[in-house]
């Protein structure tokens, strides 16, 4: 795992936007993983505007967002089918036939999960994930307690995340009890694994994923077993962490040759 601390939130969504950029351009079929919530967001407007203003397209790639609410209506606002779209991918040239999500629709919700890691799986795999992570630990919807293998399901969100989550619907009685979120097993076989967390709020999270024991209570400590992961913090997110020294001379002195 490489740990980037930077203060400024505009620089560490430049450098993610690069790694995003880089596999956009290099690959004939990109398969871009997308996390909703408010982290990515800095890395969205970036890559929003490398489309604008640099011709980056979009038009070849196909994305896959993490999760969904159970029971929104199709078209609510904060179903996070509707969010990526808002948020990013309306604003870019993908085609948007090729922007999935995971089927909330409470009546065929016993094989949402099946149906969507069949479809990742048919699209090639995920080259590139962005994620952010809960203040509970939790990446995509996966709570604390989710296996470590799971594939995608539905979970019952925890009390926590629904308060965190209240901010985006009139009142937290309006927050959905479920979601169907891609597994931790499912989210490992993305190729590069790419988690932007920003703020005080999320430092005893990051400091449990990158530093504590591997273990279902903090989901996001999932990442330990990847081969390549990334993780992009501010300095209130990275306050936590004990090795903070050793992850910033790793970073100075990464070789010009290896990119993230
Ligand atoms: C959303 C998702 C969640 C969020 C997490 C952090 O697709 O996967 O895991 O990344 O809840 O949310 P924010 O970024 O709003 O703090």
């Given at each position: 795992m490489e740990?980037?601390?930077?203060?400024?939130?505009?620089?560490?969504?430049?450098?993610?936007?690069?790694?995003?950029?880089?596999?956009?351009?290099?690959?004939?079929?990109?398969?871009?993983?997308?996390?909703?919530?408010?982290?990515?967001?800095?890395?969205?407007?970036?890559?929003?505007?490398?489309?604008?203003?640099?011709g980056l397209s979009f038009a070849h790639c196909t994305a896959f967002t993490l999760d969904e609410y159970v029971g929104l209506p199709a078209g609510h606002p904060e179903s996070y089918y509707e969010v990526i779209r808002n948020e990013f991918t309306r604003h870019i040239d993908i085609d948007d036939a090729r922007v999935f999500s995971p089927d909330g629709n409470p009546d065929t919700i016993a094989t949402a999960g099946e149906r969507y890691d069949a479809a990742i799986k048919e699209a090639g795999g995920v080259d590139v994930q962005i994620l952010g992570i809960g203040s509970d630990g939790h990446i995509a919807f996966n709570e604390?307690?989710?296996?470590?293998?799971?594939?995608?399901?539905?979970?019952?969100?925890?009390?926590?995340?629904?308060?965190?989550?209240?901010?985006?619907?009139?009142?937290?009685?309006?927050?959905?009890?479920?979601?169907?979120?891609?597994?931790?097993?499912?989210?490992?076989?993305?190729?590069?694994?790419?988690?932007?967390?920003?703020?005080?709020?999320?430092?005893e999270a990051v400091a449990n994923m990158v530093e504590g024991p591997l273990a279902s209570v903090c989901p996001g400590s999932v990442l330990q077993l990847h081969n390549r992961a990334t993780v992009f913090v501010d300095n209130a997110a990275a306050a936590g962490l004990e090795h903070v020294e050793y992850y910033n001379t790793s970073i100075e002195r990464k070789p010009e040759w290896q990119k993230f």
């Open positions: 740990i980037v601390i930077h203060d400024s939130a505009a620089e560490l969504a430049r450098m993610a936007a690069d790694v995003i950029e880089e596999v956009v351009r290099n690959n004939e079929s990109p398969v871009l993983g997308l996390a909703t919530g408010s982290s990515p967001l800095p890395i969205y407007t970036e890559l929003i505007r490398r489309h604008k203003e640099e604390p307690g989710s296996s470590l293998r799971s594939r995608t399901r539905i979970k019952t969100l925890t009390n926590q995340t629904r308060e965190d989550n209240a901010r985006f619907f009139d009142s937290i009685d309006d927050v959905p009890i479920h979601a169907v979120t891609q597994g931790l097993g499912t989210i490992l076989e993305a190729k590069h694994l790419v988690l932007i967390a920003t703020g005080a709020g999320k430092a």
